[in-house]
Structure formats: structure tokens, C-alpha cells
């Protein structure tokens, strides 16, 4: 059984605090880790126009 997980870190965030603040941070973190291993929005916009999101987010 792997233990391994597909994201290095996720990002939850307010809205409001996406351009000042998170998109800065999603950045760096993608430098440092690559943006297939953060969970960003902006980074994997397929997967969350899914429209069972709601549902299906958890297993991310």
C-alpha cells in the first residue's frame, strides 16, 4: 500500500485574498515544488471546473 500523496501542499483561501496574497505564495511553492505538486486552483483548472467539485475535492 503507497502512502504517497499526489500534492506537497494545498491552498484554501478567501476570495478576497487571492491576488494580493495566495497568488504570490502558489507561485513560490510552484518554483520550489513544481505546480503539479500544489493544489491551486489557477494551476489545475480542469479538474476544478469539475462539476461535482463539491464531492470530489476531498480526494485530492
Given at each position: 500500500?503507497?502512502?504517497?500523496?499526489?500534492?506537497?501542499?494545498?491552498?484554501?483561501?478567501?476570495?478576497?485574498?487571492?491576488?494580493?496574497?495566495?497568488?504570490?505564495?502558489?507561485?513560490?511553492?510552484?518554483?520550489?515544488?513544481?505546480?503539479?505538486?500544489?493544489?491551486y486552483?489557477?494551476?489545475?483548472?480542469?479538474?476544478?471546473?469539475?462539476?461535482?467539485?463539491?464531492?470530489?475535492?476531498?480526494?485530492?
Amino acid at each position: 500500500m503507497s502512502t504517497s500523496k499526489r500534492f506537497r501542499v494545498a491552498l484554501s483561501f478567501p476570495g478576497n485574498l487571492r491576488e494580493d496574497f495566495v497568488a504570490p505564495v502558489a507561485t513560490k511553492l510552484a518554483e520550489r515544488f513544481g505546480e503539479e505538486a500544489v493544489l491551486y486552483d489557477r494551476f489545475h483548472t480542469a479538474e476544478f471546473a469539475d462539476a461535482d467539485l463539491a464531492f470530489n475535492l476531498p480526494d485530492l
